[in-house]
């Protein structure tokens, strides 16, 4: 990674500065072995076998301190619902709130008391899904993006809606810019289509951007971080280009680097930040004013089943529940799952936890061991993390050296009051790991939402119906191209389509085959027609009716055989009657046949375009 150092004037010093040595990253293979004496780094040079030192462990000083300092039971102690999964959970730093976010546009705020959470207000933040959520360093201002083309703007203390900016592109991502105690809040937004990132006025006052940044990125923007300590921006971009900038004065370019994450976290003295990638999952820590690589950590399928196997991984499963958490991990492979993962350093730094296939780890990143594990029993895999460590009555200053005294009073009057939330994959849950220790798996599911899946029948069919349509656009690279549905004839193929399209499934995906004279094919988030899925995680059945294949602009899905129907589907150029009965017709082109004939007509490769066509987004009417 090429980086150039060029940091605030600033007393900090980094992680490696701080220690005796550099460490080089490390595989989660490594921190499973919890009988090692230490890493590889801490070996001494060459020495005579008489004079040969013992090796050091590398020891993290207070470090039952900062484990105590985390909730203590290793199970959740309470769960709570949303009526659709769960996108998000933030935690607002000194204000004490909790706020989640459903794909189904809500926003609940919770407010942190002793022992738990209090509900507080409820808000229909959004028509469709929430895609980006951001609260400000100071804990007072919390935003929301949703595909609905808003912004919604709201006061945490006051727990109300302040404002609202209405853009002309679906945004991507958002996130608070400015200082704590800044005078004029600042929020950056950047859309699904162009490169650059737009500066907006936090109060809402003014629909306009009051600052545009461009000329960084040269892919949309799916990622935005900002360190309050270096009082600079990270923005990563989808082709993997991580870029540094300052949201202040001339809004100057520090650094760049690249890498190809799905979230990013700061910690909390912003002396580091950690990024969650795909498809190669891997963790990875970096030290943030040089910007080099301080760990990583591999939670690939291929490392998790050979060290299954080996007998090495942290808790050895059976095999029946081995491979029924394999085929969770799969899933996590749509892009409208894995943007939700994320890494939450605690509030020393030297913790970071994250979800894996055997619960939340907790890894001391100094002596790089896992330390704790939490819900390794439960039947959840967790995806987006947020951790409270506050003391929500009694809050003063408190040194290490206090804490870790063996003064009762002391540590009575400070007592922790901790809580790990999450949400997991598939749930229309979120999840509370405490200090509670009487835990009833009986009355620990809290069941404040009625789920739609529980609904009466007629409640159901409605659900159905609205997840279905009878038009759609496919605004491309080229224009737009209007199809007609069937979902008469072609229930489940018209819903596959209509819910990936509303989730963004389609989002930037490529025309990946193009044959002249027959037809152009997409849909493929891996881009090489291999990949792609249904919404239902698996292979759908054919749907056969009367329409054929008997003239061109028709809308079919691509298979590789009978009832293999996944997210790919092509539209045909020509009449291809050898098609009948082979592939689900579930709708037609009707305008913008132009744009198809563009795209039948460019300059292909081995049937794949030489120059990316893309699917900026599709419209459902």
Not at 188 to 196: F, V
Request: net charge neutral; with cysteine.
């Amino acid at each position: 990674m090429d980086r150039r150092s060029n940091t605030p004037q600033s007393n900090k010093r980094s992680r490696s500065e701080i220690e005796e040595g550099e460490s080089e990253p490390n595989t989660v293979a490594a921190i499973n072995r919890e009988d090692d004496d230490s890493s590889s780094d801490d070996d001494m040079g060459p020495q005579l076998p008489s004079a040969a030192p013992k090796r050091r462990r590398r020891v993290l000083p207070h470090e039952k301190l900062y484990i105590s300092s985390l909730p203590s039971s290793p199970r959740y102690s309470k769960s709570l619902m949303h009526k659709d999964q769960l996108s998000f959970i933030t935690i607002t730093p000194d204000t004490d709130f909790l706020i989640t976010s459903s794909v189904d546009g809500v926003v609940k705020f919770w407010k942190k008391v002793v022992g738990g959470i209090e509900f507080v207000k409820e808000f229909r933040a959004h028509i469709g899904e929430i895609r980006s959520v951001s609260v400000s360093s100071d804990g007072r201002s919390f935003a929301t993006a949703g595909v609905d083309k808003s912004i919604k703007i709201f006061d945490v203390i006051t727990f109300d809606l302040l404002s609202m900016i209405t853009l002309e592109i679906a945004p991507r991502a958002i996130c608070w810019v400015h200082r704590r105690g800044a005078s004029v809040p600042l929020l950056a937004i950047s859309d699904e289509i162009s490169h650059s990132v737009n500066i907006y006025d936090g109060r809402g006052e003014n629909q306009k951007p009051v600052h545009t940044i461009s000329g960084f990125h040269r892919s949309p923007i799916n990622l935005i971080a900002y360190n309050d300590a270096y009082d600079c921006v990270v923005s990563i971009d989808e082709g993997g280009m991580v870029e540094y900038w300052r949201p202040s004065g001339d809004y100057e370019k520090p650094d760049n680097s690249k890498t190809v994450p799905t979230s990013i976290s700061i910690s909390p003295n912003g002396s580091q930040f950690a990024t969650v990638s795909f498809p190669d999952r891997k963790v990875r820590i970096f030290d943030f004013p040089t910007g080099k690589l301080y760990r990583t950590y591999d939670e690939s399928i291929p490392t998790l089943t050979s060290m299954q196997q080996a007998g090495t991984a942290l808790q050895k499963l059976e095999d029946v529940e081995f491979g029924r958490r394999l085929a969770i991990e799969r899933e996590l492979e749509n892009p409208v799952i894995r943007n939700r993962i994320n890494v939450a350093f605690d509030e020393s730094g030297h913790f970071i936890l994250y979800g894996s296939i055997l619960g939340i780890k907790v890894i001391n990143t100094l002596t790089n061991r896992v330390v704790k594990v939490f819900g390794k029993d439960e039947n959840i895999r967790s995806l987006n993390l947020a951790l409270y460590q506050g003391q929500p009555q009694k809050k003063g200053l408190v040194t290490i050296s206090m804490a870790a005294s063996a003064n009762p009073l002391l540590q009575d009057a400070e007592a922790r009051d901790a809580m790990l939330v999450t949400t997991a994959a598939a749930k229309v849950r979120f999840y509370l790991f405490t200090n509670e220790e009487e835990i009833t798996k009986s009355t620990r599911d809290i069941q404040n939402e009625k789920p739609r899946n529980l609904s009466n029948r007629t409640e159901t069919l409605s659900n159905k119906a609205s997840e279905s349509g009878s038009a759609a656009i496919l605004h491309t690279t080229l224009g737009d191209i209007h199809i007609r549905l069937f979902p008469e004839a072609a229930p489940k193929a018209v819903e596959n389509f209509v819910t990936h399209s509303k989730n963004g499934y389609y989002n930037n995906t490529i025309f990946h085959r193009v044959i002249r004279k027959f037809m152009i094919q997409c849909g493929d988030p891996l881009g090489d027609g291999t990949g792609g899925e249904s919404i239902w995680g698996h292979d759908f059945a054919d749907e056969f009716s009367t329409l054929k294949h008997d003239k061109p602009y028709t809308v079919s899905m691509a298979n590789a055989g009978p009832n293999t129907n996944g997210s790919q589907f092509f539209i045909t150029t020509e009449k291809t009657s050898w098609l009948d009965n082979k592939h689900t017709i579930f709708g037609r082109a009707v305008q913008g046949l132009d744009v198809v004939h563009r795209i039948e007509n460019t300059r292909v490769y081995k049937e794949k375009p030489e120059e990316d066509i893309k699917i900026v987004n599709i419209s459902v009417v």
